[in-house]
């Protein structure tokens, strides 16, 4: 039976850990040279009509590097656009192809791809999830830490797909999620009521606040992503306005733990949601953060193409 990572609701708490466990096994594999192919002569069709740099590159080179091929598809080079269902197109990628990532604006499209799909499903980003995302930066967190459970973590900026991935992943794993944003840009109402009742069955904790200061207290992580992300660019001036006070910068970084560790999903731009001598700083794990991208991804291709369920 072939499972598809469209949310971290997908996934058990039992899976996610399985990823991990994965995941530092590659990791491990990687820096000591060890050739590991266990997609070989597998095929994963790269569907994306939002840019891209870390979930293009991590993809195509974990797909690779497990010994497999990647194709990639901008929405420009299918007849999706053009008028052709989903339902046919889900049909025609499943006699090519052993496995779909698709980044685009509609996680309903993701869905519909999903159900009419015989191969998994991956969505590499939609306007309200990312999990790949969310799953590499609780592995990077429990690397740094060695735990999840009971880490608090500090999410300041627009209450985006970022930020409900964050809600699914902090309430599964037993994480304390504080959400800092303005009036106006909070994540979407259902995933948060939905993940408020998980936190407390896992014993975590989601708070919100629109002070950013208090939000940051006693926080192990603090976390940022762009102000405006990708179809909001009419908005871009009245959303630096709205934001002025959300910006990571050393003030922020002194209301936390002394320890506080800095995250950021990237692209940065600096200067915005984060400072410069914040990202560049002693307390920034951002580029490790993207490199287990690589990893975090290549773990859930086995799981998802090489039937490790």
Avoid at 123 to 149: A, S, V, Y
């Amino acid at each position: 039976m072939k499972k598809d990572l469209l949310a971290i609701s997908d996934l058990t708490r039992e899976e996610i850990e399985g990823i991990f466990d994965r995941t530092n096994f590659l990791k491990k594999g990687f820096y000591a040279g060890d050739i590991y192919h266990p997609l070989k002569g597998k095929v994963l069709g790269m569907v994306f009509k939002k840019p891209s740099t870390r979930t293009r590159l991590s993809f195509e080179s974990g797909m690779y590097q497990l010994g497999g091929n990647t194709i990639f598809l901008s929405s420009k080079d299918l007849q999706m656009d053009r008028g052709e269902s989903i339902i046919d197109t889900a049909r025609i990628f499943s006699i090519y192809l052993d496995g779909i990532v698709i980044r685009t604006y509609s996680q309903k499209e993701v869905e519909e791809l999903a159900v009419n799909a015989s191969i998994p499903v991956i969505n590499g980003l939609t306007d309200l999830h990312h999990p790949c995302q969310i799953l590499c930066d609780m592995f990077t967190i429990k690397e740094k830490l060695g735990r999840l459970k009971g880490v608090k973590v500090a999410y300041v900026g627009d209450g985006n797909n970022i930020a409900n991935s964050w809600l699914d992943g902090a309430s599964k794993m037993g994480m304390n999620l504080s959400i800092s944003s303005p009036a106006g840009y909070k994540p979407d109402s259902e995933i948060t009521k939905k993940a408020i009742s998980l936190a407390e069955r896992n014993e975590g904790r989601i708070e919100f606040a629109e002070d950013p200061f208090e939000g940051v207290k006693d926080a192990d992580i603090i976390y940022t992503d762009v102000w405006t992300s990708m179809g909001q660019e009419s908005e871009y001036e009245k959303r630096l306005k709205d934001f002025k006070k959300f910006q990571v910068n050393a003030d922020i970084v002194r209301a936390a733990k002394t320890n506080v560790m800095i995250m950021h999903c990237l692209p940065a731009h600096r200067g915005e949601e984060i400072s410069s001598d914040v990202i560049d700083g002693d307390r920034s794990i951002v580029f490790e953060e993207a490199e287990n991208r690589l990893h975090v991804q290549k773990a859930i291709l086995e799981m998802l193409m090489g039937q490790r369920l």
